[in-house]
């Protein structure tokens, strides 16, 4: 049976910039090449593009000798190898879903090694992928086929940009070439205040386009069917009504915009709804903006409650983009819009990134569960926090604030319970507002 070794090499041109990956799958035995995949995946970081080289390096060789095939892994990315040999934890939220597609490729073969090897030795994978961001600079897409070079690895022609491979009849029967792969189409994005993403647009790389394993969900204590043993903290998620900023679709994060006459008249009907059963309010908190506050005051006139403010419910800072529609952002910071779609850690120049909203915004949610345990908080906040809540009581990984949307002045309600894992069990309803 044959062994395998993978080479594979990921880059970024500015970290984040222009990036694309290279893999190569050789005959264990004697260092035959036998497949090749590079591509260019637009703007993005370089572990990013490292991860991308991974996940094509072990499709390859499920591809050549499918299920249980043994093979070596050898990069010059020290993070993806300590990750994938479990030696490292992986903190980056935006690498976690690749570091998973990875594994359930890894889970159908036999690793025997995960090595970290110098550039030097790793020329092979880092030319295919550079040979992938030439093509792409160029408007061209790297392709397989060709003829061999005299180290047994693909060619460039550098008359039209597009990289060549060995052929089939070079390498002898039955060794499959595994070509490139076009990047799954994008989207329009629909922005609703602050950055409400609910498709994508432009030059987005892999995080936010690829389709992804889910991680599995943490263990709870509670039994199946079995009724929880304490009574719920239930959170209920009122997001703020229509601004200016929101009817001109701009991006509006920490920027103080009042509620227009149909924000009002959203949170007076929110208002009214909460008033009544089966709802029954024991606590109201609020962002500190003032169009969260607004729609928070409206409840509050009507259920008598007060009215606490939660800083870490304000919305994420969007930097120099506050104000901007998403064309006009698409048009002036286009690599650093791709960037920000394509990994949560990048943040908006001058801004905030998803993952520091996440932390923060989940801090505040500890904060809340602990204080108010077992009674039902009202939290008036915000399209991101709002999102970032919901995606943490389902375990999903942060590219799914990619996959929701959420209308103004709508509500969503997670119940946390001591004993098990919290349960979302409402999302987006608007039937208030009918």
């Known amino acids: ?40 995946i637009g703007v993005t970081t370089n572990n990013v593009a490292e991860y ?19 093979v070596a892994v050898r990069m010059d990315s020290k993070l993806v190898v300590e ?27 036999r690793v025997t090694e995960w090595t970290w090897i110098p550039r030097e030795r790793n020329k092979h994978a880092d030319r295919l ?46 060794t499959p070439v595994k070509g490139s792969r076009k990047p799954a189409p994008t989207g329009q994005t629909d922005l609703l ?53 929101s009817v001109e679709r701009r991006f509006s994060g920490r920027g103080d915009a009042e509620l227009t006459p149909a924000g009002l008249a959203q949170a007076s009907a929110a208002a009214e709804r909460l008033s009544r059963e089966p709802y029954r309010l024991d606590v109201i908190v609020t962002s500190p903006l003032t169009r969260a506050r607004q729609t928070a005051q409206a409840v509050a006139a009507r259920t008598g409650l007060d009215v606490e403010v939660c800083e870490d419910l304000r919305e994420a800072d969007f930097g120099a983009w506050e104000g901007h529609t998403f064309t006009e952002v698409q048009r002036r910071w286009p690599a650093e819009l791709a960037a920000w779609l394509a990994d949560p850690e990048v943040a908006p120049p001058g801004g905030e990134s998803f993952a520091t909203t996440a ?38 990984p942060l590219e799914s604030l990619y996959r929701m949307h959420l209308d ?27």
């Open 83 to 109: 990750q994938m040999a479990g030696r490292w934890k992986i903190k980056n939220e935006g690498l976690r879903p690749l570091a998973a597609q990875a594994g359930s490729l890894v889970r159908r073969l």
């Open 193 to 245: 205040d602050a950055g409400d993403i609910s498709e994508l647009s432009g030059p987005t790389a892999s995080l936010a386009t690829a389709q992804q394993t889910a991680r599995p969900a943490g263990t709870a204590t509670g039994t199946g069917w079995a009724p929880p043993t304490r009574v719920a903290t239930s959170l209920l998620l009122l997001r703020h009504g229509e601004t200016e900023l």
């Open 408 to 434: 103004l002045a709508c509500l969503s309600l997670i119940e946390y319970y001591a004993d098990g894992p919290s349960v979302v069990k409402s999302f987006n309803d608007t039937s208030h507002l009918r």
């Open 52 to 70: 991308r080289g991974l996940i094509a390096g072990l499709q390859a060789v499920l591809d050549l000798g499918g299920d249980g095939s043994a």
């Open 1 to 40: 049976m044959t062994s395998y070794v993978i080479e594979a090499d990921g880059g970024s041109r500015g970290n984040p910039g222009p990036a694309g990956y290279g893999a190569v799958v050789k005959d264990a035995a004697d260092g035959q090449v036998l497949a090749e995949a590079a591509e260019a």
């Open 129 to 174: 992928a550079n040979e992938a961001m030439d093509a792409a600079a160029k408007g061209l897409t790297w392709t397989a086929g060709g003829t061999l070079g005299d180290d047994g690895a693909a060619k460039t022609d550098r008359s039209d940009g597009t990289a060549k491979k060995a052929t089939q009849a070079d390498r002898g029967p039955q």
């Open 359 to 396: 932390r923060r915004v989940e801090a505040a949610r500890e904060r809340l569960a602990e204080r108010h345990e077992g009674k039902t908080v009202l939290a008036v906040s915000h399209v991101t926090p709002i999102k970032l809540l919901l995606r943490q009581a389902l375990m999903a």
